[in-house]
């Protein structure tokens, strides 16, 4: 089963909207990090929050943290057309030496000009 | 290096041959990763390094997928007798530390295409 499922798949927004990005998962965690990822290729590091925290912001990012409902929230205030992406949100679960980075599948965000 | 290098970027080969993907984490990350993503789908975890140990190899699809790390740097991941299944994107990633809540810097992929 898929430990981080995010929602909606798919996003279509104009710019200079925000937009809101949402990832549910099943088991406790130790962070929560969201990625970008252009093309299909390499994934970058937005921001990481920590299983303690609620809220973190990174410029235009804002991310929450609700571990009683284990979801997180991922929004991008005035979005640009730079914006349109894939955007994953990932689980670091840590089990002793039996730990890794879960992904889901994505969303797939599209800023019209 | 100043990011995660991989290579080749692209590699086309023919069913039954073996390949070998190579990743060169950021100088001083103890731990590396290696995904594959398939089109359109998340990332599916492969093999996890910390320094040269494996402790982590639980998402080796099949025993034609092999993968070793020397000296605490250089990575590569073998498969052999590559299967038309086994095409997807490689991304390797690597870590400061495993735990302490370090993000991932990926590389930009091996996309590996078998016909």
């Known amino acids: 089963s898929q430990q981080g499922e995010e929602d909606p798949q798919a996003l279509s927004i104009q710019e200079g909207e925000n937009a809101t990005m949402n990832c549910s998962y099943k088991t406790s965690i130790n962070n929560l990090q969201w990625y970008r990822q252009n093309s299909g290729r390499g994934l970058v590091h937005l921001i990481l929050i920590r299983s303690n925290e609620r809220e973190k912001h990174s410029g235009r990012l804002r991310v929450t943290l609700d571990t009683s409902k284990k979801s997180s929230s991922l929004l991008i205030t005035a979005s640009r057309a730079a914006d349109t992406a894939s955007y994953f949100c990932a689980t670091d679960v840590l089990t002793g030496a039996n730990s890794k980075l879960t992904f889901g599948k994505g969303i797939t965000l599209s800023v019209r000009p | 290096g100043a990011g995660v290098s991989q290579s080749p970027s692209n590699k086309v080969t023919e069913k039954g041959k073996d390949v070998e993907l190579r990743c060169d984490p950021i100088?001083?990350?103890?731990?590396l990763y290696w995904y594959r993503q398939s089109l359109g789908q998340g990332l599916e975890f492969l093999i996890y390094f910390q320094g040269n140990s494996a402790p982590d190899k639980s998402g080796l699809p099949s025993d034609r997928f092999s993968a070793e790390r020397t000296g605490g740097s250089v990575s590569t991941l073998t498969i052999q007798r590559t299967q038309q299944e086994d095409s997807a994107v490689y991304l390797c990633?690597?870590?400061?530390?495993?735990?302490?809540?370090?993000?991932?810097?990926f590389g930009s992929g091996t996309r590996l295409t078998v016909v």
């Open positions: 100088s001083g990350h103890t731990a």
């Open positions: 990633a690597s870590s400061l530390y495993r735990g302490l809540g370090y993000g991932y810097t």
